[in-house]
T-cell receptor, first 112, second 114 residues
């Protein structure tokens, strides 16, 4: 069975500081990994994905994520957080031709 | 259409009534998902379609919930005899069979049972 874990319900950082949102996964076979962001009263927006290739993937709004196979992790990072990055972030995983599983979400608050 | 379309965007219904929620995925996308999101909470998986078949319907909360997909396209989620605890945002997403693409989400249907 697939599963995705986001161990932190909330992450609080000061504007300008690095932001990290953690994610670990359990997928049989090759994992396909995704990050989504949800702003208040909005739908889910795709940020970035790992399919194959370089372990460091870059996405929208200056976000990046690092795939670590040995640790089965796919942490989301941003070198310098903005107040506007405050939102709910979801990690997701799937194996080919199988359902997309989501983590429980992490609320990020960036204070000015 | 260009994106995943869900209708209605908002639905208020009386307890005990049946409701139907519609999802129109991106053309050509064979995988379709339904999720439920309660206020400020995470995504609760409901059901997954590959084509017209549902290999995983393990997330449907009770037998009052059912879903179908016809023609490999439009899907309908039906909730019978609605209860107040069914109030939530119901999200639909689709992606291509290759599995290499991200899933695209609709804006959701906000269901309120009064």
């Amino acid at each position: 069975a697939q599963s995705v874990a986001q161990p932190e319900d909330q992450v609080n950082v000061a504007e300008g500081n690095p932001l990290t949102v953690k994610c670990t996964y359990s997928v049989s076979g090759n994992p396909y990994l995704f990050w989504y962001v949800q702003y208040p009263n909005r739908g889910l927006q795709f940020l970035l994905k790992y399919i194959t290739g370089d372990n460091l993937v870059k996405g929208s709004y200056g976000f990046e994520a690092e795939f670590n196979k040995s640790q089965t992790s796919f942490h989301l990072k941003k070198p310098s957080a903005l107040v506007s990055d405050s939102a709910l972030y979801f990690c997701a995983a799937r194996s080919n031709d199988y359902k997309l599983s989501f983590g429980a979400g992490t609320t990020v608050t960036v204070r000015a | 259409g260009a994106g995943v379309s869900q209708s209605p965007s908002n639905k208020v219904t009386e307890k005990g009534k049946d409701v139907e929620l519609r999802c129109d995925p991106i053309s050509g996308h064979t995988a379709l998902y339904w999720y439920r999101q309660s206020l400020g909470q995470g995504l609760e998986f409901l059901i997954y379609f590959q084509g017209n078949s549902a290999p995983d319907k393990s997330g449907l909360p009770s037998d009052r919930f059912s879903a179908e997909r016809t023609g490999g396209s439009v899907s309908t989620l039906t909730i019978q005899r609605t209860q107040q605890e069914d109030s939530a945002v119901y999200l639909c997403a689709s992606n291509g069979r290759a599995g290499l693409t991200e899933a695209f989400f609709g804006q959701g249907t906000r269901l309120t049972v009064v």
